[in-house]
């Protein structure tokens, strides 16, 4: 089952900042958070991964509560094409012993409107 | 590189006919992984292979699915005999061993 909850569906205005919230309140010391994305008939897409620093990249912001029970995904400046299925997983960094397989949830449906 | 490829993209046969569905991985990754996605269930991990060995099957729905990864640069999905609630997209993914999950575009299959 997955370890992570996140709201089904969220709105965002073209142009504002995504903010997706994620719980994951039993997370373990040694698994990190990975946020993926699924635009509409297309596979999965990976986006930012973090441990318990705040991450930024080219796509995205990810922001790691200090007990580390919650995340949230920002993306700065929310375009018509981020419409899409968001997933917030919590997995061990990919090690031969721990395997590092996703578990995906259902994700936060988000959509970006003109 | 090209990316994880898939094939067929789509697949249409009726009940009873076995379907293979077939993933190249990205050169040099370590992991290859076989997820179905439907509806009701969203996306599910089926089965994931590490250096060509079968490291966790127990998404695998029953004996009617099996997959091989006979080398580096090539793995099967196969349903032998497909029923209709077989329907989904499946997904092949791969990656390094302690890289990202890389996703094919997906075979999307309808039994009817």
């Known amino acids: 089952d997955a370890k992570t909850t996140q709201p089904p569906s969220m709105d965002c205005a073209e142009g504002r900042a995504a903010n997706l919230p994620c719980n994951h309140s039993?997370?373990?010391?040694?698994?990190?958070v990975y946020w993926y994305r699924q635009i509409h008939s297309q596979g999965p897409q990976y986006i930012i991964h973090?441990?318990?620093n705040n991450e930024t990249n080219e796509m995205a912001s990810l922001i790691i509560t200090e007990d580390r029970k919650s995340s949230t995904l920002i993306l700065p400046h929310a375009t018509l094409r981020d419409t899409a299925v968001y997933y917030c997983i919590v997995s061990p960094r990919g090690t031969l012993n721990q395997g590092g397989k996703l578990i995906f949830g259902q994700g936060t449906e988000l959509s970006v409107k003109p | 590189d090209a990316g994880v490829i898939q094939s067929p993209r789509h697949e249409v046969t009726e009940m009873g006919q076995e379907v293979t569905l077939r993933c190249k991985p990205i050169?040099?990754?370590?992991?290859l992984f076989w997820y179905r996605q439907t509806m009701m269930r969203g996306l599910e991990l089926l089965i994931y292979f590490n250096n060509n060995v079968p490291i966790d099957d127990s998404g695998m729905p029953e004996d009617r699915f099996s997959a091989k990864m006979p080398n580096a640069s090539f793995s099967t999905l196969k349903i032998q005999p497909s029923e209709p609630r077989d329907s989904a997209v499946y997904f092949c993914?791969?990656?390094?061993?302690?890289?990202?999950?890389?996703f094919g575009e997906g075979s999307r299959l309808t039994v009817l």
């Open positions: 050169s040099g990754h370590d992991y």
């Open positions: 039993t997370i373990s010391g040694n698994e990190y």
């Open positions: 993914a791969s990656r390094r061993l302690t890289g990202e999950l890389f």
């Open positions: 973090g441990l318990k």
